[in-house]
């Protein structure tokens, strides 16, 4: 059992490119959420998507964009990287959106932003 | 912008000691405190986790202290061994009002356990 996959693990980008952050979770849950780290910051949501369908904004979601393809996967995409992006990301997911529920997360997709 | 401020931001600890870290929140609406775990190359991994009904919550070697009138909670890790270094984060969510259904994480306290 897999749990939260994210594709790729690291990535190396100019300043200005785009790319997509992929990530799949095979425990059919129904929400799903992207968090960046960064030192020192602690992890800080980007954006969410409580149930298929549905996505929302978190608290630093300036320079991305997100997509729900299906239940399983929930995709985060850099439209013109910045050097302020380089940080590692998280995807996360909850069996429901509810506060009381675990979030479970995968291993990250460090990024950095020449 | 609601916060939940974690201290310290490290900690070295003995074999065999407590490891305290605290964490303090202002949202009064928060129900549920998370503690997540992380290694190295790896993502957060849910530790112990307490609602606000309780004072206090254990799990093994882990306990959850809960201070409500304070708006304050921490974790214990007793009989600290060098398998527990890692960085640990406290969390707090809420299913009404803003931000709702969204984990607000701690900084992080990074936990360093010595032989």
């Known amino acids: 059992n897999a749990g939260v996959t994210q594709t790729p693990k690291f990535q190396v980008l100019k300043t200005g490119q785009s790319m997509t952050l992929q990530c799949a979770q095979d425990?059919?849950?129904?929400?799903m959420y992207w968090y960046r780290q960064d030192p020192g910051m602690g992890l800080r949501l980007i954006y969410y998507?409580?149930?298929?369908?549905?996505?929302d904004k978190g608290e630093v979601p300036n320079g991305y964009n997100v997509s729900r393809l299906n239940k399983r996967e929930f995709s985060l995409r850099l439209e013109s990287a910045a050097p302020s992006q380089t940080s590692v990301y998280f995807c996360a997911s909850r069996q429901q959106v509810f506060s009381n529920q675990p979030q479970h997360f995968g291993d990250g997709t460090r990024l950095s932003i020449l | 912008q609601q916060q939940v401020k974690q201290s310290p931001q490290s900690l070295i600890v003995q074999k065999g000691g407590i490891s305290i870290i605290n964490c303090a929140y202002e949202n009064t609406a928060f129900d549920y405190f998370p503690w997540y775990q992380q290694f190295p190359g790896k993502g957060p991994a849910l530790l112990i986790a307490i609602r606000p009904d309780v004072s206090e919550k254990k799990e093994g070697r882990f306990t959850i202290s809960f201070n409500k009138s304070a708006k304050q909670f921490s974790l214990h890790i007793m009989d600290s061994q060098p398998g527990d270094s890692a960085t640990y984060f406290c969390?707090?969510?809420?299913?009404?009002?803003?931000?709702?259904?969204?984990?607000?994480f701690g900084k992080g306290t990074k936990l360093s356990v010595i032989p």
């Open positions: 425990m059919n849950h129904n929400s």
């Open positions: 969390a707090a969510s809420t299913n009404s009002g803003a931000g709702s259904y969204q984990l607000t």
């Open positions: 998507s409580a149930s298929e369908g549905t996505t």
